[in-house]
């Protein structure tokens, strides 16, 4: 069951990213941000009174608030590398991510076996590789480096705090969703106003730009909200099924589902590295999932 609860949230990862991409390319990173997660909160909004969430009120929500503000934080840190440096560099190293949460199961005590430790060694290496790294060209700035690092740090810190954000039932899930999206909201609308503050635009320009062209993208914006939602919850019930570092690594596979999806829906063609490094990626599941 955690294999198939952790797989599925790569999949969804890495349509969201797939989706949040796309849409970055008409408008604003911040904007996807801020309004993909604001369509979400609502929808998480209606599924906590529908099922009595509130009564799971608790200080384990302060694990989900940690989450929803260090998420934003880590996003903009990778965008801005990814504005800096070559994406063969922030990419590969971005997806390691899944140190964190790894080394915090460890820390916990928790013990893999020998062929989970073979697989968990193989996942990350194509993953890793599926970024398509650039084993050549020209230096990269340290400040892109210091800042995939810090986006690396904080979406792994993301992973290892909602494993402790929520309780075991429907209406505890969807409670501390709910509040991780509304810290991702409130840290991502002041970092929009900030943004606009200093005359960056904040809506689409052009023509077609404006609230017209957020209001004809909703689809696509709540498309990637709920799907990063889908991806949280999936993972935060995989940790109750079976070990942390076996969740986070497969979880951990949405580079490869984003890099396929590139290749099926725009015909994007993979570097060779890249098609190595799904090769071991699905070797590492396989691995993963049998052990």
Known sequence: MTAVLALTTSLMWGLADFGGGLLTRRMSALTVVVVSQTLAAAALGVLVVATGGWSEWGGHLWFAAAAGVVGPVAMLAFYKALSKGPMGVVSPLASLAVVVPVAAGLALGERPGWLQAVGITVAVAGVVLAGGPELRGAPVQRQTIA??????????????????????????????????????????????????????????????????????????????????????????????????TTAAVLASLYPVVTALAARGVLHERLRGIQAAGAGLALCGTVLLASA
């Open 147 to 244: 800042l995939t690092l810090v986006s690396a740090v904080g979406f792994g810190a993301v992973m290892a705090l909602i494993e402790h954000a929520f309780t075991a039932t429907a209406g505890g899930l969807f409670l501390a969703l709910l509040v991780q999206r509304v810290c991702n909201v409130a840290v991502g609308g002041a970092a929009l106003y900030v943004q606009s503050r200093r005359g960056v635009p904040v809506l689409p320009t052009g023509s077609d730009g404006g609230l017209r062209a957020v209001t004809s993208a909703l689809p696509a914006l709540a498309f990637v909200g709920l799907a990063d939602v889908a991806a949280n919850g999936t993972y935060m019930v995989a940790t109750l099924y079976g070990p942390v």
